[in-house]
């Protein structure tokens, strides 16, 4: 077992003072067997009323109702995990799915299927062409071998940026370009994914990196494919590697654009500033 304390500290300054509307926080690790939450502090500047619930996909999200003007906000989150996947090949893939290709089984597919959806025409054949040089159809292969091989690929084949700006490229633009944040390459993995019949989601969260713990980082982000008797199993392209025990995961999606950390709005003539900071440490 692993324990993690994870620090993100948000600011948004504005030029003049506004009037804060709700926000939404996804800043609370997803628990379940192989994570548990030792302890959780959320914290807010101005004060704030928390209102909890867990959305379709099971994240534990924070509503914040503000009820005064500010100039700054602040959002701290703190919390200490313990996390027991430590042997993330430990898992035993139905007789069925071992080999690729196969198909869902029918109560399966009827679940999967929002997680399924081909991109748009013109990206699934960009994608088909990639992903050949990867996969030979003719080769038989395993499956867990295929996914591994489509992670190790993108990390060997891209380039790794820091994209400050919001939102996510697609992955024609990921293609294009040969480079991309983790959240860029989480997508191109999810896209490929799904052209070979399989169901893929986004994860955001967390990364334990020992060289850069004393550093300021930032979230993370890869990708989980649905693997009959393994479950949601997460790849991360961003390191060509099999999700492991110095991942973290927060919130789960269909969509790689609907899970950012914090979401809000404001009433006001100002502009805004973002500065974020993240600290992931062992303890």
Not at 96 to 123: C, G, H, R, W
Request: hydrophobic residues 40%; contains cysteine; glycine residues 6%.
């Amino acid at each position: 077992m692993q324990r993690y304390k994870i620090i993100h500290r948000t600011y948004y300054n504005y030029s003049s003072e506004v009037t804060l509307g709700t926000h939404n926080l996804l800043l609370r690790p997803r628990e379940d067997y192989e994570l548990r939450i030792e302890s959780f502090v959320l914290k807010s500047t101005p004060e704030v009323k928390i209102f909890w619930h867990r959305d379709v996909e099971g994240n534990s999200v924070a509503i914040a109702n503000f009820n005064q003007q500010t100039q700054q906000l602040l959002i701290e989150s703190e919390v200490i995990i313990q996390q027991y996947n430590e042997s993330p090949l430990d898992f035993i893939v139905s007789d069925y799915a071992i080999d690729y290709p196969f198909k869902y089984n029918s109560s399966d597919q009827f679940l999967l299927s929002p997680y399924m959806v081909l991109p748009e025409e013109e990206t699934r054949v960009l994608l088909n062409d990639w992903i050949f040089n990867v996969y030979k159809s003719y080769e038989a292969v395993q499956t867990y071998t295929l996914l591994q091989r489509l992670a190790h690929h993108i990390y060997t084949s891209f380039s790794y940026t820091i994209r400050e700006e919001p939102g996510v490229q697609t992955a024609k633009e990921t293609l294009s370009l040969g480079s991309g944040s983790c959240r860029d390459f989480a997508l191109l993995f999810m896209e490929a994914v799904k052209c070979l019949g399989l169901a893929s989601r986004f994860v955001s969260g967390y990364l334990y990196a020992p060289l850069m713990a004393s550093e300021v980082g930032s979230t993370h982000a890869w990708a989980e494919v649905y693997i009959p008797g393994g479950g949601w199993k997460g790849f991360d392209p961003t390191i060509g590697d099999i999700v492991g025990s110095d991942h973290i995961p927060v919130a789960v999606a269909r969509l790689a654009e609907s899970v950012p950390p914090i979401s809000g709005s404001f009433a006001g003539i100002a502009e805004s500033n973002l500065d974020v900071g993240v600290w992931v440490s062992q303890c």
